[in-house]
């Protein structure tokens, strides 16, 4: 009796010591953080159906991308590392943070207000030359 009550106290100590000792690790897998956030228009209004697309440094292409919600919110589970992280919409101009550093078990939230296309408040619309000849073949020629 006393070696199985040796033997319970054992597993007991020990599934503590796991518990306070690799709390980024599940058995040798890294912890997956979160983002979340929210993309609205430049009134305030949440935009439903925006892509936010997370890309991780070094690869070819988007990591994993997630939809806003109708309340225009968002959520996505990754793998540490360093991203950009992007959202757009259908008649919106994109917006990104680029090098966002995130740690295992990490929660961050990012807030994206894009700007309506054509609404003069990107860098090409506030170009001084941008009614010039040549960007508006180039601009042609890219379509």
């Not at 980024?24 to 609205?40: C, E, F, N």
């Not at 997370?54 to 990754?78: H, M, P, Q, V």
């Not at 919106?92 to 609404?119: D, M």
């Amino acid at each position: 009796m006393k070696r199985g009550l040796g033997i319970v106290l054992s597993l007991v100590v020990f599934s503590a010591l796991l518990s306070f000792a690799a709390p980024s690790t599940v058995i040798g897998k890294p912890a997956l953080a979160t983002i979340t956030g929210s993309v609205k228009d430049n009134e305030g209004k949440p935009l439903s159906g925006a892509l936010v697309s997370l890309i991780k440094d070094g690869a070819n292409g988007e990591i994993k991308y997630t939809r806003t919600g109708s309340d225009g919110r968002f959520a996505a589970k990754i793998l540490p590392g360093r991203y950009a992280i992007r959202a757009i919409a259908d008649g919106f101009n994109a917006v990104a943070f680029a090098a966002v550093e995130v740690r295992a078990s990490q929660e961050l939230v990012y807030r994206f207000n894009l700007e309506p296309i054509g609404s003069g408040k990107t860098l090409p619309e506030q170009r001084r030359d941008r009614e010039d000849v040549r960007w508006i073949l180039r601009s042609a020629q890219t379509r």
